[in-house]
């Protein structure tokens, strides 16, 4: 996929080094650097248009994420999600995201519903659009929106590091599950908006455990 028309670095009020992480860390979550690509220092250099060193700082980063493994004669190269790391982000996933969903049920506002309705209209104009780069990230949107209605700042400190994860696994496999995941959210946003609890507990589980099937479907094929 061409990253050519992609943001310049540098452009913001944000220290380069943070900027190129950034970066660096988009391209690989939404695919624009796929599984199993080689990363050298001179070609994302050229890509962001800057100096080699705030680029190995972040290739540095992105390895302690999981994101980027080193390899023998070849240096970085995105990684290829595993099934036990799946499995493991798919496992705090569902007890996260249930109790998020039935706390969110019991404390959502109307305005806090018509977000997620927004949200809702996006993903399906995307889907429609079979744009899976903005599939992928309104899906992280719209869980993290759920999490933060929930109003504990707990489950948002623990989601704010492993929706990184979660969009990449999800995009990785977006052609397949965009359609099934959209209409799973309808669902959750529904038993939200109603204020069943138990309801939106159980789509929130439902969903995670669909995802997470889909997600090791995608790992074995790889």
Excluded: K
């Excluded at 061409?2 to 970066?23: D, F, P």
């Excluded at 669909?210 to 790992?219: G, I, K, L, T």
Aim: charged share 25%; proline share 3%.
């Amino acid at each position: 996929m061409s990253v050519s028309h992609a943001r310049t670095i540098g452009s913001q009020h944000q220290a380069l080094r943070e900027q190129v992480l950034e970066e660096l860390r988009r391209r690989i979550v939404n695919g624009d650097y796929p599984p199993g690509q080689r990363l050298t220092e001179e070609r994302l250099a050229t890509d962001f248009g800057v100096s080699r060193n705030p680029v190995r700082e972040a290739l540095r980063i992105v390895e302690a994420d999981g994101l980027v493994t080193m390899m023998p004669r070849r240096g970085a190269v995105v990684a290829t999600p595993e099934a036990a790391a799946v499995a493991d982000l798919f496992a705090v996933r569902s007890a996260l995201e249930t109790i998020a969903a039935r706390l969110a049920a019991e404390r959502a506002t109307p305005s806090q519903v018509a977000e997620l309705r927004g949200l809702l209209d996006e993903a399906r104009d995307a889907t429609d659009r079979d744009d899976l780069s903005r599939v992928a990230e309104l899906n992280s949107a719209l869980h993290l929106a759920v999490i933060g209605i929930s109003g504990n700042r707990w489950l948002t400190s623990i989601a704010s590091s492993m929706y990184l994860h979660v969009h990449w696994v999800f995009r990785v496999g977006a052609a397949d599950r965009a359609p099934h995941s959209w209409q799973e959210h309808i669902r959750l946003v529904d038993a939200i908006a109603a204020g069943d609890a138990d309801e939106a507990e159980a789509a929130a589980r439902d969903h995670v455990d669909a995802a997470a099937h889909a997600a090791r479907e995608n790992v074995t094929r790889q």
